[in-house]
């Protein structure tokens, strides 16, 4: 197996990306990359990449392949007995760059959309790109985690292909994200599609059923404990002991675990 500490040998070890690059073996080579990983407890532990979640590959792959082609960009070297844009090669030296990342969230945890941002400007200023070239960079995203290290005035929202009013006034930068994720821009209701639907007919139901039945009462009652907002919670149990002639009070439970108590210390 191809060991690639041995292969350095004595000599410095690599300690910025480019000589890490300039390092790596050839790609016929069956590669085992393991990462080094501080713990909370500060402990380092290694890591084999291919145990990595498809998020963390897919930044590895996303950022791997933007910094590739900057080095590339970067190893090209303009003539020093002319001003030109080409290098003597005929390739053009390019110095003023776009960088353009559709969707790059996808796949990502909500902590990993959180810091794409400060992790693309650290991955540049560690290969001192910005020393080389001006950049400009287009993200185009569904995430309010992102919009949090934006600047209003960077943002360009759109609805339905045109500008959206809903966010114009919006303070994104350094903005708590759950503010930003409160535009109605993101989303038209706080709870899942699914959940508001069966409050609505939970509702429904104790609002206009003449008789409910006992056996409806307990599936009442147990979607009801179910639901995790406690004011929507308190309000619809208050509504089904109005109904139940106060069969689900806390009054009323305590009493029945009593009594069931009471039964099983005579077992």
């Given at each position: ?77 303009p003539k020093k007995t002319e001003i030109s844009l ?33 992790n693309l400007i650290s991955y540049i200023q560690r ?136 039964k099983l210390s005579k077992l």
């Amino acid at each position: 197996m191809f060991n690639f500490l041995s292969y350095i040998g004595e000599r410095k070890l690599p300690n910025n990306i480019t000589d890490i690059m300039r390092e790596l073996p050839p790609p016929f080579f069956k590669v085992k990359i393991l990462l080094c990983k501080k713990s909370q407890q500060n402990k380092e532990e290694e890591i084999a990449f291919n145990k990595l979640s498809s998020g963390e590959k897919q930044f590895a792959y996303m950022m791997s392949t933007y910094i590739y082609h900057l080095a590339n960009l970067e190893s090209i070297t303009p003539k020093k007995t002319e001003i030109s844009l080409h290098s003597e090669t005929g390739r053009v030296n390019y110095r003023m760059i776009n960088l353009v990342f559709d969707e790059m969230e996808l796949c990502f945890h909500p902590e990993y959309q959180r810091t794409f941002v400060n992790n693309l400007i650290s991955y540049i200023q560690r290969m001192e790109l910005n020393k080389t070239f001006s950049f400009n960079i287009i993200l185009t995203t569904h995430s309010p985690f992102i919009l949090s290290d934006i600047p209003a005035c960077n943002i360009l929202a759109l609805k339905d292909g045109e500008p959206d009013e809903l966010f114009k006034n919006e303070k994104t930068l350094a903005a708590n994200i759950y503010d930003i994720l409160n535009n109605g821009f993101f989303m038209s209701n706080f709870i899942g599609e699914f959940s508001s639907r069966l409050i609505g007919e939970i509702i429904t139901k104790l609002n206009t059923c003449n008789v409910i039945s006992l056996e409806q009462q307990e599936i009442l009652y147990k979607q009801i404990s179910l639901i995790g907002d406690d004011f929507v919670h308190i309000k619809l149990l208050e509504k089904l002991d109005l109904r139940t002639n106060n069969r689900f009070s806390i009054e009323a439970r305590k009493k029945k675990l009593n009594e069931e108590l009471d039964k099983l210390s005579k077992l």
